[in-house]
């Protein structure tokens, strides 16, 4: 029973394709989160969304677009993906003002 | 932007030997979370401070927050193998996570 589901673990392709990572929770929290960590380890918060909206966007190219189906799912969509975008992304989720729960993680690499 | 700040970057301690990590932030925050992350896993979340002064202890780790709320800790006593990984601090209400102390217990 994962609490914060992430497909797929790893992704590997080539500079500007256009790729998705999907997210689910079943813990029936209200925000969910998507971070970016690099190679030393920095945690960076990319967006996160409420209610099914968007509620902070810490300057994040637009080529990064998060889309939520539901309360339940926080996806990211890339385009043009470019050889910075390698890392780790990791989902995440919370009730408001609590504790978050991590996914296990993407990571991505391009080529 | 408000920024926290964590050292050391790194820590080799025996184990059996204790361990701190200090989390600073240049403005007052409302409130602080620790994680940690194991070598290839996820964050996963420690605890919560929100009051002044306030000091919370999880068996061999206590963790505390400033007075003027705006440091934190994270001590470990008598570490063990177990407790090898990377201790995060984050201020929950901007999303911001310290950059992380990297522990590595030798046996």
Same mark, same amino acid.
């Given at each position: 029973? /994962?609490?914060? #589901?992430? /497909?797929?673990?790893?992704?590997?392709t080539q500079m500007g394709n256009d790729k998705s990572i999907k997210c689910e929770?079943?813990?029936g929290h209200d925000t969910m989160y998507w971070y970016k960590q690099d190679s030393?380890?920095?945690?960076?918060?990319?967006? #996160?969304?409420?209610?099914?909206?968007?509620?902070?966007?810490? /300057?994040?190219?637009?080529?990064?677009?998060?889309?939520?189906?539901?309360?339940?799912?926080?996806?990211?969509?890339?385009?043009?993906?470019?050889?910075?975008?390698?890392?780790?992304?990791?989902?995440? #989720? #919370?009730? /408001?003002?609590?504790?978050?729960?991590?996914?296990?993680?993407?990571?991505?690499?391009?080529? | 932007?408000?920024?926290?700040?964590? $050292?050391?970057?790194?820590?080799?301690?025996?184990?059996?030997?204790?361990? @701190? @990590?200090?989390?600073?932030?240049? %403005? %007052?925050?409302?409130?602080?979370?620790?994680?940690?992350?194991?070598?290839?896993?996820?964050?996963?979340?420690? $605890?919560?401070?929100?009051?002044?002064?306030?000091?919370?202890?999880?068996?061999?780790?206590?963790?505390?927050?400033?007075?003027?709320?705006?440091?934190?800790?994270?001590?470990?006593?008598? @570490?063990? @193998? %177990?407790?090898?990984?990377?201790?995060?601090?984050?201020?929950?209400?901007?999303?911001?996570?310290?950059?992380? %102390?990297?522990?590595?217990?030798?046996?």
């Amino acid at each position: 029973d /994962t609490a914060v #589901s992430q /497909t797929p673990k790893y992704l590997v392709t080539q500079m500007g394709n256009d790729k998705s990572i999907k997210c689910e929770q079943n813990l029936g929290h209200d925000t969910m989160y998507w971070y970016k960590q690099d190679s030393k380890k920095f945690l960076k918060i990319m967006f #996160s969304y409420n209610n099914k909206e968007l509620i902070i966007n810490e /300057t994040v190219p637009n080529r990064f677009s998060p889309k939520s189906p539901d309360k339940a799912h926080l996806n990211l969509h890339i385009n043009s993906l470019e050889l910075g975008d390698s890392a780790v992304y990791f989902c995440a #989720s #919370s009730r /408001t003002a609590n504790e978050q729960f991590f996914g296990p993680g993407t990571r991505l690499t391009v080529l | 932007g408000q920024q926290v700040m964590q $050292i050391p970057q790194y820590q080799h301690v025996q184990e059996g030997e204790d361990f @701190t @990590t200090y989390c600073n932030s240049s %403005t %007052t925050l409302s409130n602080i979370q620790w994680y940690k992350q194991r070598p290839g896993g996820h964050p996963v979340f420690l $605890i919560q401070l929100v009051k002044s002064g306030e000091v919370k202890k999880q068996k061999r780790l206590t963790f505390q927050f400033g007075e003027a709320k705006k440091n934190s800790s994270l001590h470990i006593t008598a @570490t063990q @193998t %177990t407790d090898v990984g990377t201790y995060f601090c984050a201020n929950f209400n901007k999303f911001y996570f310290g950059s992380g %102390t990297k522990l590595n217990v030798k046996p």
